[in-house]
């Protein structure tokens, strides 16, 4: 269903700016540099659909995708930047929240973690806003080519940890690289499945 059918629809910078919320949709979270936009880039099979470099002085866009007619992928600004502004973070926060409980038509969220790195602080926060506003979440490993074999397992475990803490997490994880395609078809099929 995505080849050639993804198209960027707009940038929303304020809940006013949402599109009509008349199909379902899928968002991808994660913290800055873990490769989300490389992901997302992969999985629509578009060169540059997503920008790959984000700043912390960057405008904090909600990116909206369609695919076909049957579905929105949102691509929601990177968190955890070491030294961003306090007040970017805030407004970050405020427009998340906002996102996360009044969006109706959200079928579920990924959240993207590192598997060099598992699952940080920041992450944990997501995860407990995604709780709170009872969205469920799928936690997707990426860059899954650079972990070291010795410690895949130890990562995975610290992983399923983090996730049997939080009642909004889909159980099932996906591995991921971005580089290799890993996993690709995998994301994709499970994003057809919800729309
Ligand atoms: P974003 O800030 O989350 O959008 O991260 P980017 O997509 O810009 O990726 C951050 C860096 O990680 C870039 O240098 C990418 O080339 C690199 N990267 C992303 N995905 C992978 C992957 O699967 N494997 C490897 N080895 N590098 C990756």
């Known amino acids: 269903m995505f080849a050639g059918e993804v198209e960027f629809l707009k940038g929303v910078v304020a809940m006013s700016g949402l599109p009509p919320a008349d199909r379902v949709e899928v968002c991808f979270a994660g913290r800055s540099n873990v490769g989300k936009s490389t992901l997302i880039n992969a999985l629509t099979g578009r060169k540059a659909l997503a920008r790959a470099s984000n700043t912390p002085g960057r405008t904090q866009e909600v990116n909206y995708f369609t695919i076909g007619e049957a579905c929105y992928l949102v691509d929601l600004p990177g968190y955890g930047f070491a030294n961003a502004p306090v ?32 699952v940080k602080q920041v992450d944990e926060e997501i995860m407990s806003l995604l709780d709170s506003a009872a969205v469920t979440f799928q936690c997707v490993l990426t860059k899954a080519d650079k972990v ?13 940890a983090a996730l049997a803490r939080h009642p909004a997490a889909y159980p099932e994880i996906v591995l991921t690289s971005s580089e290799k395609g890993d996993g690709i078809e995998t994301l994709r099929s499970i994003v057809a499945g919800l729309s």
């Open 87 to 118: 007040a970017v973070v805030a407004k970050w926060q405020a427009l998340l929240k906002q996102y996360l409980q009044g969006r109706q038509t959200l079928r579920r969220a990924f959240v993207l973690v590192d598997h060099r790195h598992g």
């Open 148 to 160: 070291k074999a010795t410690d895949r397992e130890k990562v995975l475990d610290q992983v399923r």
